[in-house]
C-alpha cells in the first residue's frame, strides 16, 4: 500500500523531507487530495487556502534543494482555527457578524507559524466566537466528527479537531476557554494541550473571556506537541498577560520514564454524572501509569462543583464586554437598515449574532449590572480564587493530577442543542483548569463502542513539560493515538465546506445573497 502522506506526523514527514524522500508539494497536494475524499462528510474548514497553501510547500521545497537548513515545521500542514487572525485570510470565528472580516494582520502565532515555514492549509470550523461544544453553533454548519459523522466533534474547536483526525490537516491551533481544545480532541481522538494562561500569546486571537482564552496545539501524539508548544510560545509584548521569560525546549521533556512521578485522582472528577465507560478508561490509565512506576493516590478538589457556575458567571461577563466592539461601526456586518444609529447597532447585533452568543451577552449584562455585581461577578471572582487554591494545595502534594476530560464520549448531533445546560455539562471537566489558569493535556486513553475516550493530564503552572513527560511515556505504552477513523460514510456535501445554515444558502435571510 502507498504511505498515507497526510496520516504521519508532523516529525515523520519531517525525517522524510530532509531525507528528500518527498518534497513538501507532495505532502501538501495530498491533504488536498485526502480533502477531496473526505470533507465533503467531516466539513472541518470554513475557509480553504490551496495557492497560499503550495506556494508555501514550493518555497520549501526550493530550499531543501538548496539543502538550506530548515525549521523543524517546515512543509508541515496545519489547520487553524478561525477566531485567530491571518492576514489576508478571512477570519469569520464561525459567526455571521464576521462573514466579511479579512485581517490586516497576523496573530502572533501565525508569525511564529510562519517563520518555522509551515503550510497553513485553511481556517476551521467552531462554535459561533468559541461559545459552545459541538460547533452546532456555527454560523455556517456543523462539523461531523471523523469516527462517527452522525455525532459532534466537540467544540468548540471542532473543526481543528476534526481536521487533525481526518487526515485533512497534520498539526493544527485551536484555542481554550473552557475546554474547547481539549473537549473536542478528546472526542475526535488527537492530543489537544491548552497551555499556562500566558505561556502563548494571545495577541490576535479574537477574544471571548480574556482571563481565561489560550491559545494551544492539536497533534497526533506527543512529540509532535512539543514541537508546536516549542513553535508558538514565549513572550510578547503585544499581549500584556504574555508570561516573561525562556522557555526552552519541550522535546527534551519527550523521556518515556515516570518513574517517581506523583498522580493524584480528584476524587470529585470521578463521581456523579461520569459515564462508566469512561471511568473504567481513567482508573486503567491510572494503572498503567502506576506500573510504570508513578505513585497514584486519590486527591480532593472540594470547590470542583462550583466551577461551571462560576466559569458562567465570568467568561459571559467578560464575552459581554468583549462583544460591545461588534456594532456595525468598525468592521464585519452591519444591518442595511434606514434610522438613527441605536437602530442600526439593534439591527446589526440582532441579525450578527446567533442564539448562543446572544445567551452569553446578556448573562454577562445581567451579572455585571448595578445591584447583581456584588451578588454575581464578584462572588464568582472570589470563588475562582477558592477553585486555584484547590489546586496550589493539590500541588504541594502531587506533579500531574489524572482526571476524565470529558463525561462521555462524542454525543449526536442535535442531542443537546435544545438544553444549553446539557450542552454546558459537557465541559464540567475542563472549566476549573482555566479559572485557575493552568495547563492540562487530553490524549487518546481508549475507545468506547468505536469512539475515542480522552483522558485529561492537569500540570502545575508552566509544567507543561511535565505533561509532555507523562503523555509521552503514556503514548510509548500504549496505541490508542495510532487508531485511524475508517470514514468511509457516505458524503454528505460536495467537497468545498458547507454551506450556510439558512436554506436559501443566505446567512442573512431577506437581505439578499451576499
Ligand atoms: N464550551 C465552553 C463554552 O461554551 C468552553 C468554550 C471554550 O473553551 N472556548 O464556553
Known amino acids: 500500500m502507498p504511505l498515507k502522506l497526510y496520516d504521519l506526523t508532523a516529525h515523520e514527514l519531517r525525517e522524510l523531507l530532509t531525507r528528500r524522500e518527498v518534497s513538501a508539494t507532495e505532502v501538501c497536494r495530498a491533504v488536498f487530495e485526502r480533502l477531496a475524499e473526505v470533507e465533503g462528510t467531516v466539513q472541518a474548514y470554513i475557509t480553504l487556502d490551496r495557492a497560499g497553501a503550495l506556494a508555501r510547500a514550493e518555497e520549501v521545497d526550493r530550499d531543501l534543494r538548496a539543502g538550506r537548513d530548515l525549521p523543524l515545521l517546515a512543509g508541515i500542514p496545519f489547520a487553524i482555527k478561525d477566531n485567530i487572525c491571518t492576514r489576508g485570510l478571512a477570519t469569520t470565528c464561525a459567526s455571521r457578524m464576521l462573514h466579511n472580516f479579512v485581517p490586516p494582520y497576523d496573530a502572533t502565532v501565525i508569525e511564529k507559524l510562519n517563520a518555522q515555514r509551515a503550510v497553513i492549509i485553511g481556517k476551521t470550523n467552531m462554535d459561533e466566537f468559541a461559545m459552545g461544544s459541538s460547533t452546532e453553533h456555527s454560523a455556517y454548519f456543523t462539523t461531523r466528527n471523523p469516527w462517527a459523522p452522525d455525532r459532534v466533534p466537540g467544540g468548540s474547536s471542532g473543526g481543528s479537531a476534526a481536521a487533525v483526525a481526518a487526515g485533512t490537516a497534520v498539526c493544527a491551533l485551536g484555542s481554550d476557554t473552557g475546554g474547547s481544545i481539549r473537549q473536542p480532541a478528546a472526542f475526535c481522538g488527537v492530543v489537544g494541550m491548552k497551555p499556562t494562561y500566558g505561556l502563548v500569546s494571545r495577541y490576535g486571537l479574537v477574544a471571548f473571556a480574556s482571563s481565561l482564552d489560550q491559545i494551544g496545539p492539536l497533534t497526533r501524539d506527543f512529540t509532535d506537541c512539543a514541537l508546536v508548544l516549542n513553535a508558538i510560545c514565549g513572550p510578547d509584548e503585544r499581549d500584556s498577560t504574555s508570561a516573561p521569560g525562556g522557555t526552552g525546549d519541550y522535546t527534551a521533556f519527550l523521556l518515556d ?72 461601526v468598525r468592521y464585519g456586518y452591519r444591518a442595511p437598515v434606514t434610522g438613527d444609529a441605536v437602530d442600526m447597532f439593534k439591527a446589526t447585533r440582532s441579525r450578527g449574532f446567533g442564539a448562543e452568543v446572544k445567551r452569553r451577552v446578556m448573562l454577562g449584562t445581567y451579572a455585571l449590572s448595578a445591584g447583581y455585581y456584588d451578588a454575581y461577578y464578584l462572588k464568582a471572582l472570589k470563588v475562582r480564587t477558592l477553585i486555584r487554591r484547590d489546586f496550589e494545595q493539590a500541588f504541594e502534594k502531587f506533579d500531574l493530577l489524572l482526571a476524565p476530560t470529558t463525561p462521555e464520549p462524542a454525543f449526536r448531533i442535535g442531542d443537546k442543542t435544545e438544553d444549553p445546560i446539557k450542552m454546558y455539562l459537557s465541559d464540567m471537566f475542563t472549566l476549573a483548569v482555566n479559572l485557575a489558569g493552568l495547563p492540562a493535556v487530553s490524549l487518546p486513553g481508549g475507545f468506547l463502542d468505536g469512539l475515542p475516550v480522552g483522558i485529561q493530564l492537569i500540570g502545575k503552572p508552566f509544567a507543561e513539560g511535565t505533561l509532555l513527560r507523562a503523555g509521552y511515556a503514556f503514548q510509548q505504552t500504549t496505541d490508542h493515538h495510532r487508531r485511524q477513523p475508517a470514514l468511509t460514510g457516505e458524503i454528505l456535501h460536495a467537497a468545498g465546506g458547507g454551506s450556510p445554515k439558512d436554506e436559501n444558502g443566505s446567512l442573512f435571510p431577506g437581505e439578499g445573497r451576499r
Not at 480528584?266 to 482508573?283: A, C, K, T
Request: net charge negative; proline share 6%; glycine share 10%.
Open 257 to 328: 520514564d515516570v518513574r517517581g512521578l506523583r498522580l493524584g485522582l480528584p476524587r470529585e472528577y470521578l463521581g456523579d454524572g461520569l459515564d462508566e465507560g469512561v471511568r473504567r478508561i481513567v482508573l486503567e490509565a491510572a494503572a498503567v501509569f502506576a506500573q510504570r512506576g508513578a505513585h497514584v493516590e486519590e486527591v480532593t478538589l472540594p470547590h470542583t462543583e462550583y466551577a461551571l457556575p462560576t466559569y458562567y458567571l465570568i467568561a459571559p461577563a467578560e464575552a459581554s464586554s468583549n462583544l460591545a466592539r461588534y456594532d456595525g
